[in-house]
């Protein structure tokens, strides 16, 4: 069966890659509290831009937030004069609470998510008992991508792919010769993301990756974290297809999906959850909003106690 979303993603690399008047300017801002790489991606045609995983700074002991990460983003997109057009999740993060609040106040842009976030919507809205106020239908967010929808930074041409796995809604964004794939890899010599949240699936993950993998060699791979592997010294978050493919610890070339789904689950069986999952995901699913006040104008964040 042939794949004319992937297809549509080739032909958009491709031109990029003889035209380098198609390809975005890229800038990462890594914050190293959560090993998360924050992406601004502009037009220089343009000047428009995207803003792709941010991360609102987040104290667990205290339950406060600061904004010191995402001011950064802002300093920079100001002092380049440029235009936000979009604010881009990957997916519903389980690692770092999202900025894109703030962002939006601050900058404007459309908030964009996969569709499938009603999904983790419905997951965990159950398994944090949040009511029948608590909207699943994605509506917190301004736009919610289906696989193969293209849209436009500027001039830039620009396509969401659908890649479960990690999570069910997890999306790619390809914008010209770059591709933001969120925690679906990691560096080479670091692997791949777990698969064993809530309708987190490793074969899924495995096809995704794959599927990522059938794109140009060249192509620009982007990663959502880097924990500097063992051995390495410096903290790294751009790669390459022909890199993954030669040098994936865990799915290069010649790794067999029933081998990957092996070796992954019993990898996902020794983890202990993310230190910062509670928090992350009840504001996630809301779009980076807190719940709301309860009666003293106070949000709260609940643990559930031996339910996960």
Not at 4 to 33: C, H, M, R, W, Y
Not at 154 to 160: E, K, P, S, Y
Not at 169 to 191: E, K, N, Q, R
Request: net charge negative.
């Amino acid at each position: 069966m042939t794949d004319t979303n992937l297809e549509q993603a080739t032909k958009l690399v491709e031109a990029a890659v003889a035209d380098p008047s198609k390809k975005p300017e890229i800038v990462g801002f890594f914050d190293e509290a959560t090993y998360t790489i924050t992406y601004v991606v502009h037009d220089p045609a343009t000047s428009e831009a995207a803003i792709i995983d941010s991360v609102l700074d987040y104290r667990p002991n205290s339950g406060r937030t600061s904004f010191a990460s995402a001011d950064k983003v802002i300093e920079y997109v100001n002092s380049k004069n440029l235009k936000v057009s979009w604010l881009l999740e990957t997916h519903a993060h389980a690692d770092h609470l999202s900025a894109a609040p703030y962002l939006q106040e601050k900058l404007g842009g459309k908030l964009a998510i996969g569709k499938a976030i009603t999904t983790v919507q419905d997951v965990f809205g159950k398994l944090f008992n949040a009511g029948t106020e608590f909207q699943r239908d994605g509506s917190q967010f301004d736009h919610l991508f289906e696989d193969g929808d293209t849209f436009k930074i500027g001039t830039l041409d620009a396509v969401a792919l659908h890649v479960p796995g990690h999570t069910p809604a997890d999306i790619a964004y390809v914008i010209g010769d770059a591709v933001f794939l969120g925690d679906t890899m990691f560096m080479p010599d670091y692997g791949t993301a777990r698969a064993d949240f809530p309708g987190g699936d490793a074969r899924q993950l495995f096809k995704s990756i794959k599927r990522l993998l059938e794109l140009p060699r060249e192509t620009r791979l982007f990663m959502c974290h880097d924990y500097k592997a063992p051995g390495r010294d410096t903290y790294a978050w751009e790669s390459t297809v022909g890199a993954q493919r030669d040098g994936n610890v865990h799915v290069h070339d010649g790794v067999v999906e029933d081998e990957f789904v092996e070796w992954r689950q019993a990898r996902d069986a020794t983890l202990d959850l993310p230190e910062l999952i509670m928090p992350s995901v009840q504001v996630n699913i809301r779009g980076g909003h807190m719940p709301a006040p309860e009666s003293n104008g106070v949000s709260y964040i609940k643990i559930p106690v031996n339910a996960v």
